[in-house]
């Protein structure tokens, strides 16, 4: 691709790479100018402009950002990903619903290195989004680029493709609530108002909603009649040591701990766990 200024006589048929306002109407950047528009700029008294004029190879912006977001999602739909239309060289990927964003970071890496004239940006690894957020953009920084090059940059997603959406597998959720003495019933209800309100966002139904008294034998027994996909508990206390009653109960119910604690804040008293092939989660007091 030539870029840069030209008289206006010989601009037909090149990319305007500027705006250009006139009397009544304004020519934007990336218009392919007509005969009419050129005379209509001579008329204006604009001796040149300046354009981007393709060369034999070259690719335009358009074409070629659809064809590396071809690429990077040859099944969107089996990726859990939408492909916008191509537009000024760009093209964006969006959740097609709610889930956990897998992003290989290296990959996106290797993308990028490939020419200056392509870009691919993503949310983080690990990111949760919900459907219709912006996932990924693929940009093509000038107006045409050599075809080789998108050839290139396809060929490396195809060998190694950086994104794919993880889905929600788990739809039904039993909540598990333990009340200590003296507790208040609205404090109940407000952590279960609260958890409703988290799932309902990930598309995942609330089974059922049990209180129990904070203890061990009670505890089990509430779990024992869990049947959701999943188990989560809520402690009246905060769950201080494995030995403590949200995972005593969970090893009593014959189920098993699988980290207790985390590095988040707030947050670190969580414990995750199982029962059979359910998880537990014992969200913090």
Do not use: C, W
Request: glycine share 10%; no cysteine; aromatic share 2%.
């Amino acid at each position: 691709m030539k870029f840069g200024p030209v008289p206006t006589a010989e601009a037909e048929g090149t990319i305007l790479a500027h705006s250009v306002v006139l009397a009544g109407r304004r020519l934007r950047k990336g218009r392919v100018l007509s005969g009419e528009d050129v005379a209509v700029l001579a008329a204006e008294g604009i001796a040149s402009l300046t354009v981007a004029r393709l060369e034999p190879g070259d690719v335009g912006e358009d074409e070629a950002a659809a064809r590396i977001a071809a690429a990077l999602a040859p099944d969107p739909a089996g990726l859990g990903l939408a492909v916008q239309a191509p537009f000024t060289g760009r093209v964006n990927l969006h959740a097609a619903e709610t889930g956990v964003l897998r992003v290989d970071a290296e990959a996106v890496r290797r993308l990028n290195a490939v020419d200056e004239a392509v870009t691919l940006a993503t949310l983080p690894d690990l990111s949760r989004v919900s459907a219709r957020d912006m996932v990924a953009t693929v940009k093509i920084l000038p107006y045409a680029v050599p075809g080789r090059v998108v050839d290139a940059a396809a060929d490396l997603l195809a060998a190694d493709p950086p994104l794919r959406l993880h889905r929600v597998a788990r739809r039904s959720a039993d909540i598990i609530a333990t009340r200590i003495s003296g507790m208040k019933p609205s404090v109940i209800e407000k952590g279960f108002g609260a958890i409703r309100t988290r799932l309902a966002a990930l598309g995942v139904t609330v089974a059922s909603e049990t209180v129990t008294g904070h203890e061990t034998e009670a505890l089990r027994a509430a779990l024992g009649q869990a049947e959701a996909e999943m188990i989560l508990i809520l402690g009246g206390s905060a769950t201080q040591d494995r030995g403590d009653v949200g995972p005593a109960a969970l090893i009593a119910a014959g189920g098993r701990i699988e980290r207790f604690g985390m590095p988040v804040d707030p947050g670190n008293l969580l414990f995750l766990g199982a029962l059979g092939d359910r998880p537990v989660i014992g969200l913090p007091g």
